[in-house]
């Protein structure tokens, strides 16, 4: 993996305000490609699975490590709002940062290049992404104004230019593109080259499919709406974690105003995962789309909602009242939404504060 390495180390930003989460089956061989990017920064590993199989992770990291047991003896009943075998487990690693910033990248993505061949310092993209303001109310048809080279158009409300506060940063892939199971299954060679140079806010009042593996918010801001919900083990659907914690998350930003980026930064998806057994994780979840992505769109949170914790806790309500008449795992997932939260208030306590200080295997090189 020596072709990977940078030669030029970068000045880290936000070094002592942001955490990485990565969620990981396996050993971390993946962080040596990352190295001149992440090595300046702490990690948070969630470890999906068997808690007492050995996760290696290369020397120089500075990373706490948790597994289903410390989870288990952290958040206590509590624990039952956290995903097992399913990569939805890293929203625990949210939960006990202590940081302003996440990043959180998949184990099987990679360093991308730009076309002119550079590699991609992603983590950095997406931290000028969250300083810089958004522009949800307005579309700029240059995209992000904010951007070097780029500014507001002609006919744009000079009232409007200061844009909102940035909330999340999504960013993309090269290579293996984030497709559903009945794509991939027509479309098994098909890969992503195109590299579009664009950030872009997503306007208010429309949803997107947020994908997990290359993603960046303020935890501060907007954490607590950051709950992958309940899939995996023992759950009848998978692989709409990082959608549903989007469509909260979007729902919540617009009643509060604030703004969602997508586009830079890319990352190199360097694994297709079997597309037969996404088939069976995606099986009811697209059934269920069809239904839940209406009732995200129609819902309007009462003015009364004034913290990111009241929106939670109010569309976990109206997702047992209206999606739960869709099938009963609505109304356990709203039960695991309401939990969260719960136990995002305890952690992040004083004395949570404190239990965290004790909580993890890690190393401090």
């Given amino acids: 993996m020596a072709q990977w390495y940078s030669s030029v180390k970068p000045t880290p930003m936000l ?68 995903s097992f075998k399913d990569s939805a487990c890293r929203c625990f690693g949210y939960m006990v940062s202590k940081k302003k910033y996440i990043y959180t990248i998949d184990d099987d993505c990679f360093v991308a290049k730009d076309p002119s061949g550079k590699e991609i310092n992603a983590l950095e993209q997406h931290i000028k992404n969250l300083l810089s303001p958004s522009i949800p109310h307005f579309f700029n048809t240059l995209y992000d104004p904010f951007r070097d080279g780029a500014d507001f158009v002609r006919g744009y409300p000079f009232s409007m230019r200061e844009g909102a506060t940035t909330a999340v ?19 098994p060679l098909e890969r992503n080259s195109r590299y579009v140079d664009a950030v872009m806010t997503i306007p208010k009042g429309t949803l997107f499919p947020m994908c997990g593996m290359n993603l960046a918010f303020d935890r501060e801001l907007i954490g607590p709406a950051m709950y992958f919900g309940l899939m995996g083990d023992g759950q009848p659907i998978g692989r709409y974690d990082d959608m549903w914690a989007g469509w909260c998350v979007k729902v919540i930003c617009d009643h509060m105003g604030w703004g969602v980026k997508t586009g830079l930064p890319y990352i190199w998806h360097s694994k297709a995962s079997n597309p037969f057994m996404n088939l069976k994780k995606e099986y ?27 929106c ?54």
Avoid at 320 to 340: N, S
């Fill in 169 to 187: 940063s999504h960013g993309l892939w090269l290579n293996i593109p984030d497709y559903d199971a009945p794509t991939q299954l027509v479309k």
């Fill in 312 to 365: 939670y806790l109010e569309l976990a309500n109206l997702v047992k009242e209206k999606l739960g008449k869709l099938d009963p795992y609505f109304i356990k997932l709203a039960t695991g939404m309401v939990t969260w939260i719960e136990a995002w208030e305890e952690l992040n306590s004083t004395e949570g504060t404190e239990a965290k200080a004790k909580a993890p295997k890690g190393k401090n090189d």
């Fill in 15 to 82: 070094k002592a305000e942001l955490d990485i989460v990565i969620p990981t089956i396996r050993n971390l061989d993946f962080l040596e490609m990352w190295r001149p990017f992440f090595e300046k920064y702490h990690l948070i590993i969630v470890q999906d699975g068997d808690p007492s199989k050995d996760i290696k992770i290369p020397e120089g990291f500075d990373y706490e490590l948790y597994n289903r047991d410390d989870i288990n003896r952290i958040l206590g009943p509590k624990a039952s709002c956290i």
């Fill in 284 to 310: 009811n979840g697209i059934f269920w789309q069809e239904e839940a992505i209406p009732f995200f769109q129609s819902v309007t949170l009462p003015k009364e909602c004034t913290s990111v914790q009241q």
